[in-house]
């Protein structure tokens, strides 16, 4: 039953990027992956806020299951690490070599950052969950 819970929540997540992505890629055009770098950050700002909630200190019990349909699922639907590689690839095969540099550069660093800020901001709330 979980393959089936991961699926549907590979989709719900996959179907939010096409939106969330396509939005931004319509309001500041695709000359830059804006979207894909927005998904990205923001999915990992989810994941590390949502595995800190509900980790074996967490604020959450959250069954396994539903650990897995939100952040092997939703998530991992909803990031987008092969556009993010894709898009990359062509930016530098274009010749392009600023903005390819620049994606690469700013995915890594805005996700990690994101997913630390994620799991401080949540350890924070499981902090104040003890007093």
Wanted: hydrophobic share 55%; net charge positive; glycine share 14%.
């Amino acid at each position: 039953m979980i393959y089936f819970w991961i699926f549907l929540g590979g989709g719900l997540g996959s179907l939010a990027r096409f939106l969330g992505s396509g939005a931004v890629a319509r309001c500041f055009g695709e000359t830059f992956p804006w979207g894909t770098l927005l998904v990205n950050v923001t999915g990992s700002l989810l994941i590390g806020m949502f595995a800190a909630l509900t980790g074996p200190d967490g604020r959450w019990l959250v069954a396994p299951a539903a650990r897995q349909f939100v952040m092997i699922g939703v998530l991992g639907g909803f990031t987008t690490f092969s556009s993010f590689s894709l898009q990359t690839l062509e930016l530098a095969r274009d010749g392009d070599w600023l903005r390819a540099g620049l994606n690469a550069v700013l995915s890594l660093v805005l996700c990690l950052a994101a997913v630390w800020l994620g799991h401080i901001l949540a350890s924070t709330l499981n902090f104040w969950k003890g007093l």
